[in-house]
Structures are given as structure tokens and as C-alpha cells.
């Protein structure tokens, strides 16, 4: 299968959304990937709710929504309500981290587990049944156009090989830093799933850079 790409929409124009989503639309793109940061389980603050409303009647395309905010189970079904269709949450943020898997599988939505770049792979030994998706974070999360983390193709290797050996059909995602140089690299390692804002939206040539993206098979 060839890798997916889901564009981050934190690198794109925010003065002309409209314009933005339309070209995600009618692009190559397979997922729309949208960075929902509150201030404090990162320093930074992107959007929430009034943006995804509004932008879901632009799309058909899955909108993958990370939860980079402290205790997301308040949230959950307000963003299902918004549109989501992947919602990804933390280990870092909850406490009750099955549960709250279970809770957006209830909902409908597919499921989705972060790990930031500290965080070993063995911490999601318990939860992976309950798990449609695990994002890895190359780049410490909060701000766009950081540089990958060598270590982190080390963590997809060992998450794809403990998916295989459990039979679970997890899907890997990653994010932070991917750029045409790298990618192949990523993929190789294991990843299905890879998650690009700067170097989509900032690209001269958006199409060209998102087909090299897919292309690193």
C-alpha cells in the first residue's frame, strides 16, 4: 500500500482558508491534518472547534484532528460534533488513557494515540487493541517547522514489529519534520501515515512536493 499523506493545515495561510481547503480538496491529499493546541500541554494555541465547523463543509476528505491538549475527554464529542473523523489524544494527557480510546470509538470516530518523542513505545503495550491509529511525534510538539529526530525511526521499526507480532492492524502515523529527503526513510521504517505542513504549504510548487511525499514507497 502507498503511504497517505494528511497535510497540516497549521502551515497553511489562515488569512485564506477558503482557498487553502479548496486546493486540499481538489489535491493528491489524503487526509486533512489539524494541530488543536490549548497553551498549556504545549506552549502554543492554534484553533478548536468555530475553525473545524467551518472548514468541514469545504471537504470530503477525513479530517484527522490532534488533541495536543490536556484532558481531551471534556472535548471529544465536541469535536466529533465539529467534523472529525480521526481523533488522536496523548498518552502524555490521560490518566485513563483506555478509556478515553473507548470513548471516541463510541463515538464513531477512529481512534488515535500520540506519543511525544520522550515516550517509549512499550507504554502502549495495553491499549493497542484499542487503537485505530499511533501518531509518533518526530519533533517535539507545539510549533511547526522543527527538524526531525533521527531516534524516532528507531521508535517506528520497534512499533511496526510489536504490531506485527500482536496481529494488530494499527495503522503508524508520523509527524514532525518530514520533508522529500526523509520520507522514504520514514516509510521504510514502518510508517503508513505521514502528516506535512511546512514543507507542503510553504513549497513553490505544493503538488509536485506532496506527489514526492507519496511517492516514498
Known amino acids: 500500500m502507498q503511504n497517505l499523506i494528511a ?19 481538489n489535491s ?11 497553551g498549556v500541554f504545549v506552549p502554543n494555541i492554534s484553533f478548536g472547534f468555530p475553525i473545524i465547523q467551518a472548514i468541514r463543509s469545504k471537504s470530503t476528505k477525513p479530517f484527522d484532528t490532534h488533541l495536543m491538549i490536556v ?3 471534556r472535548y471529544i464529542s465536541r469535536f466529533v460534533e465539529a467534523g472529525s473523523d480521526h481523533i488522536t489524544v496523548h498518552l502524555e494527557a490521560c490518566p485513563h488513557l483506555y478509556r478515553t480510546l473507548q470513548l471516541i470509538r463510541e463515538l464513531k470516530a477512529k481512534s488515535g494515540v500520540a ?27 507545539g510549533f511547526g517547522g522543527q527538524k526531525f ?3 524516532s525511526l528507531k ?21 514532525g519534520g518530514i520533508d522529500e529527503k526523509n520520507c522514504k526513510d520514514i516509510v521504510d521504517a514502518g510508517a503508513d501515515i505521514l502528516v506535512a505542513g511546512t514543507t507542503i504549504f510553504h513549497s513553490s510548487d505544493r503538488d509536485l512536493s506532496l506527489s514526492k511525499l507519496k511517492g516514498s514507497k
Open 7 to 25: 497535510p497540516s493545515l497549521l502551515a497553511s495561510n489562515f488569512l485564506d482558508l477558503e482557498s487553502e481547503m479548496a486546493w486540499l480538496e
Open 155 to 175: 521508535k517506528i521499526e520497534e512499533l511496526k514489529n510489536l504490531l506485527v507480532k500482536e496481529g494488530h492492524n494499527t495503522v503508524i502515523e508520523v509527524d
Open 28 to 38: 493528491k491529499a489524503d487526509w486533512v491534518h489539524l494541530d488543536v493546541m490549548d
Open 149 to 151: 529526530i533521527p531516534h
Open 71 to 73: 484532558d481531551p475527554d
Open 115 to 141: 506519543l511525544n518523542p520522550h515516550s517509549p513505545v512499550s507504554l502502549l503495550h495495553d491499549v493497542l487493541e484499542m487503537a485505530d491509529l499511533v501518531l509518533i511525534m518526530s519533533v517535539n510538539p
